[in-house]
């Protein structure tokens, strides 16, 4: 596992301009595996969804300016974005230009316009043998076997870095989060907290029982006038 080292102040530092955005997040080179990070923003209360005027639950926008940069510095220094379908499927993701997008789905996953722009780059998916990924394979998408039955992350971290995208960042779904931290795959967790109280029973950024795997270091915290926090926690070290 890649060092890194965390910063030892105990003071809150301020969120800062997009060049020392670029350096606290820096993704650390991955060696001899994928190095994966996540990145989430949830509420004062722990949610990452607001109930809408109706008391439905949507991933509603939590996040402000900080957080958005914080975003675009994250993906900025990401070879490849990995995210669920489900996730794909309620926000509607779409295939950036860079750095490339690789979905988990266990099948029936249909292509979007936004999936496979025109003239742009093409998704890589993965799926257990047998999946439904006929549509997606259609529309262009590198369709890659990866289990039996259910998705096998190690597979997928496995090839991902054989492709030289060994710089891992997960955006969700909570199951995908939860199932690389029950298999101790995450390396590194970003966090911003939004200073409201949304109540309800909103989803956690991870989902799924597993083990505590010790206490996470705590590489930065950081704040702007608006209220929001933004943190990065590394990993327990492995033995």
């Not at 549509?135 to 971290?157: M, N, P, Q, T």
């Amino acid at each position: 596992m890649p060092t890194v080292e965390p910063h030892t102040t105990q003071t809150i530092e301020p969120l800062g301009d997009d060049r020392r955005l670029a350096e606290l997040y820096a993704h650390p080179a991955p060696e001899g595996r994928a190095y994966v990070r996540s990145n989430f923003v949830a509420s004062l209360d722990g949610s990452i969804q607001v109930p809408d005027s109706r008391g439905h639950l949507t991933s509603g926008d939590l996040g402000g300016d900080g957080d958005h940069r914080v975003f675009a510095a994250l993906r900025a220094a990401a070879d490849v974005v990995l995210v669920g379908a489900g996730t794909v499927r309620a926000e509607d993701y779409e295939t950036p230009d860079r750095p490339a997008m690789a979905i988990v789905t266990a099948g029936g996953l249909r292509p979007t316009p936004r999936l496979f722009p025109h003239d742009g780059p093409r998704p890589l998916v993965y799926a257990p043998e047998g999946a439904d990924t006929a549509a997606l394979a259609d529309a262009g998408a590198v369709v890659v076997a990866a289990g039996d039955g259910r998705v096998d992350l190690a597979l997928v971290l496995a090839d991902l870095y054989g492709r030289d995208l060994g710089r891992v960042l997960a955006e969700g779904g909570p199951g995908l989060l939860g199932q690389l931290v029950a298999e101790s795959r995450l390396d590194d967790y970003c966090l911003t907290i939004a200073p409201r109280l949304v109540g309800g029973d909103g989803k956690r950024p991870t989902d799924g029982p597993f083990a505590p795997d010790g206490t996470w270091a705590r590489a930065h915290l950081l704040a702007d006038d608006e209220g929001y926090l933004y943190g990065r926690w590394l990993a327990p070290r492995r033995a």
